[in-house]
Nanobody, 119 residues
Framework: VQLQASGGGLVQAGGSLRLSCAAS????????LGWFRQAPGKEREFVAS????????QYADSVKGRFAISRDSAKNTVYLQMNSLKPEDTAVYYC?????????????WGQGTQVTVSS
């Protein structure tokens, strides 16, 4: 599975951004797709995931109620809508894919996209 992420940028606190992750390769529907993030000096952490076939969605507690993950099956694309952004959301966001269920160490990564939230 190949992953292409886009949509990062600079936004003020309280603002919104939408990240996109286009997946390609065979049997994309067998994979869970999602997002991780890594802030400077911190470990990479899980943000959200969606199972393509089962429509099961998971969120980190820190983003529940503010972020929403969704998919467009026709485009093989997963989106992360980020609302009410906070400075602590500043990080490099990575799209990830894992077979069937997202683990803490997914097998596939896209390139990162920088999200910066100013106070």
């Amino acid at each position: 599975v190949q992953l292409q992420a886009s949509g990062g940028g600079l936004v003020q606190a309280g603002g919104s951004l939408r990240l996109s992750c286009a997946a390609s390769g065979r049997t994309v529907s067998s994979y869970a797709l999602g997002w991780f993030r890594q802030a400077p000096g911190k470990e990479r952490e899980f943000v959200a995931s969606i199972r393509w076939g089962a429509d099961s969605i998971q969120y980190a507690d820190s983003v529940k109620g503010r972020f929403a993950i969704s998919r467009d099956s026709a485009k093989n694309t997963v989106y992360l809508q980020m609302n009410s952004l906070k400075p602590e959301d500043t990080a490099v966001y990575y799209c990830a894919a894992d077979l069937l269920v997202m683990s803490t160490r997914p097998g596939y990564w896209g390139q990162g996209t920088q999200v910066t939230v100013s106070s």
